[in-house]
């Protein structure tokens, strides 16, 4: 056909109607339930498969000696220290899970948090221990300054401009170095998590600088504020002392094109992986995350309150967990994500043995 301007080639194609292709049938020739109603069948027609290789599994370091303390607001999770830490990775490496995701929580929080990029900060050590346990294990490590504040912000605070806030291009520098620490220590990929404008490419910047250009950068990009954090902050001991964190985390709110603007930079700026979090209220955004930026390997974060929630309704007996933790971690894969970072990751991966 000739003519001005065909369609432009876009991105994000609109998918495909399925009328415009075949005909949908119509009952009583076509039934539907035929398909369902032998398990063989509903296996073989399944287009989401679950797989343990798929999950990362976030796991909370701190100091001592035989400790594995119970996050009251977390059922199943724990602290631990890095005795305890030995035994847990053997078994989540065991279990063929794709990765672990590293929280330290250090001794002693400062105002820039120098535990984050110190030689024998907690997460050094933790790596050290990981890497000697389980060589074979998969080691990210969150890279953000929460946990390591005695704030409890994601960087460096300034009060230059009137109210305390993030000082974004300081905390850049600090970002950098705590990346190529984590490296150096053993990190397999660094995940920055903070929602520093640039951050991306200044972790790039020094990992290269340092030699360290094989080490990927999973990128929170599209991550949201909100309450769903808030069973972490007791397990990371990271809530803010003051204020909150929405002037760096992005707007629930926000037009999704947002994300998509945010996911664009950190592609820019290098990101070898992109994230969406929380994952549960924003499946829209992991969709259109995914279908926007063919490609590039999206990750989604099932986070700390989509679990409290399960595992408080399913003490009451009110839910039963194995069946809706499934449903939640498959309609996460169906979205559109490769990698789905799981408090669930060890139950999901004996379930799928049984
Ligand atoms: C920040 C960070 C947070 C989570 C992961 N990295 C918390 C926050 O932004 O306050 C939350 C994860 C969860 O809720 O499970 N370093």
Redesign the pocket.
């Known amino acids: 056909m000739v003519g001005p301007n065909p369609e432009p080639r876009t991105l994000n194609p609109e998918p495909r109607r399925m009328s415009d292709s075949f005909s949908l049938g119509s009952f009583p020739t076509t039934r539907m339930r035929r398909l369902r109603q032998h398990p063989q069948l509903r296996a073989l027609t399944r287009s989401t498969r679950l797989h343990p290789s798929q999950f990362v599994y976030?796991l909370f370091v701190r100091g001592g000696k035989g400790v594995r303390q119970e996050i009251a607001s977390m059922p199943g999770v724990f602290q631990l220290s890095l005795d305890e830490l030995e035994k847990e990775v053997r078994e989540v490496a065991e279990l063929g899970i794709g990765g672990v995701l590293l929280?330290g929580i250090p001794e002693k929080k400062d105002a820039v948090g120098k535990d984050s990029y110190s030689d024998d900060g907690v997460i050094q050590q933790a790596l050290r221990v990981v890497k000697k346990a389980a060589p074979q294990l998969y080691a990210i490590t969150?890279v953000?300054f929460?946990?390591y504040t005695d704030h409890g912000h994601?960087g460096v605070l300034d009060q230059s401009t009137g109210r305390i806030d993030v000082n974004n291009d300081a905390t850049l520098e600090l970002l950098g170095k705590q990346a190529v620490s984590h490296a150096k220590a053993g990190a397999d990929m660094v995940a920055p998590?903070?929602m520093m404008d640039g951050m991306v490419g200044a972790i790039r910047k020094a990992l290269d600088g340092a030699a360290l250009t094989h080490i990927p950068i999973m990128a929170?990009s599209a991550?949201f504020?909100g309450g769903?954090?808030?069973?972490?902050?007791d397990a990371?001991e990271?809530t803010p002392q003051f204020g909150d964190?929405r002037s760096y985390?992005m707007d629930s709110a926000a037009d999704p094109a947002q994300a998509l603007r945010e996911t664009a930079l950190d592609i820019a700026e290098g990101a070898d992986v992109v994230m969406v979090?929380?994952a549960l209220a924003y499946l829209d955004i992991v969709s259109q995350v995914s279908r926007t930026f063919p490609g590039v390997p999206l990750a989604a974060?099932n986070?700390?309150?989509e679990?409290s929630m399960v595992k408080a309704a399913a003490a009451r007996g009110w839910i039963d967990e194995r069946s809706v933790a499934t449903e939640i971690v498959t309609g996460i894969v169906r979205a559109g994500a490769t990698i789905v970072i799981t408090?669930w990751a060890k139950d999901l991966a004996r379930w799928l043995k049984q």
């Open positions: 976030p929280f969150d953000c929460c946990e994601c998590s903070g929170y991550k504020s769903f954090y808030g069973p972490f902050r990371a990271s964190r985390q979090k929380p974060y986070v700390s309150g679990y408090y």
